[in-house]
């Protein structure tokens, strides 16, 4: 992964661009460790997978956690976020959530990972659920062998899920 800072306007934006088989990409790989099937998905598109992840375990943890996304850029920006955070701490003390299902949603979105553990607990709760949107991609050959990206869903992220559980292994994304 390579970071980039550049100016935009009056503001310094740090990029981070992940380079595969030389091949620059601005999204994030969700993999299973042993087998290296793997997802691709934007950064936006990850937080709203992690948003639904979120609103099928405990309610009010999605609610706060949407609310990031109305906490304007600008001068009280650190204090909201400081707010946010404190609200946040508060709202998962009283949940239940298991705390591997935590570490899915609040790891950095560049690099993180779940154990197995988490993988089940996630398994448990959203493997009967599918909402019709397409999250990510993969590339795969079609019958001629050409290259072409097939959308993946919600249904193919709790596929990959299984996968790691399975195999007795991490879901890693970077």
């Not at 950095?108 to 959203?126: K, P, T, V």
Request: hydrophobic share 35%.
């Amino acid at each position: 992964m390579k970071r980039r800072q550049r100016i935009r306007g009056s503001l310094l934006v740090t990029e981070y661009i992940t380079t595969r088989n030389g091949e620059i990409t601005m999204s994030i790989t969700l993999e299973c460790r042993k087998t290296k099937s793997e997802m691709e998905i934007g950064y936006g598109n990850f937080f709203f997978l992690r948003a639904k992840v979120a609103e099928l375990f405990d309610k009010n943890v999605w609610q706060q956690y949407m609310k990031i996304m109305e906490i304007p850029y600008g001068d009280d920006r650190k204090q909201a976020l400081e707010k946010w955070d404190t609200d946040m701490d508060r709202i998962l003390q009283a949940s239940e959530m298991p705390s591997g299902v935590k570490d899915f949603l609040f790891q950095s979105d560049c690099a993180g990972n779940i154990s197995r553990s988490a993988c089940m607990a996630l398994y448990e709760r959203i493997h009967n659920y599918d909402n019709n949107i397409a999250y990510g991609f993969r590339i795969v050959k079609d019958s001629f062998g050409n290259l072409i990206r097939q959308e993946l869903g919600f249904q193919d992220f709790v596929e990959l899920i299984k996968e790691c559980i399975d195999t007795n292994c991490d879901l890693l994304w970077s």
